[in-house]
């Protein structure tokens, strides 16, 4: 029995298929992050300055409530109160009083902003309706104390009425916590 070699497939003239890739296993890299790396951030909470601006906020709409109550009365008591006209007078008074107080809540307290963000490149006052403004580094610009105000009936915290000047050179005035600006941070 003799043996013979086999037919080489490239020699023969048959049609051969094409080499197929081979995939050779590797170590996978480490993932991602998706997250940039961000510097640290310093979030300080203006609890004192919004606890007292809504606490003012509160008183003012009470008192305006009962002015507005007093006055209804007296108008409703009146000997003109039979009169046309009359109840549309109240009715346009009533209107007016109730735009009165939601302004005036809404104006007290926007100077007191949610938080501050104290990073290492600047600062960052968040405002109560979302507005961001941003201020240099804290410690390289100026911070004037307009008044100072103890604590008491409408705030735990002693609260500060600051004027602080941004990067464009716009002034904005806040109602803040004592210390917020403090590069140590709020006396605990």
Do not use: C
Not at 14 to 28: G, L, N, Q, T
């Amino acid at each position: 029995m003799v043996l013979s070699e086999p037919p080489d497939p490239l020699n023969s003239g048959d049609i051969v298929s094409a080499p197929r890739a081979v995939r050779i296993p590797r170590e996978r890299p480490p993932p991602r992050s998706t997250e940039p790396t961000l510097p640290p951030v310093d979030v300080r909470k203006n609890r004192g300055g919004w606890e007292r601006a809504v606490r003012i906020a509160v008183v003012y709409a009470g008192a305006v409530l009962l002015l507005t109550a007093v006055l209804s009365a007296l108008d409703l008591t009146s000997a003109n109160a039979g009169r046309p006209g009359v109840r549309e007078g109240l009715e346009l008074f009533l209107i007016v009083a109730g735009l009165l107080i939601l302004g005036s809540a809404f104006y007290a307290v926007s100077p007191a902003p949610r938080f501050v963000e104290v990073r290492p490149d600047s600062v960052v006052v968040v405002g109560r309706w979302g507005r961001r403004r941003s201020f240099g580094p804290l410690g390289t610009f100026g911070i004037q104390v307009v008044r100072r105000l103890p604590s008491g009936p409408l705030t735990p915290h002693p609260v500060e009425v600051v004027r602080v000047v941004d990067t464009r050179g716009r002034p904005a005035t806040y109602e803040v916590e004592t210390g917020l600006f403090d590069p140590a941070g709020i006396p605990k």
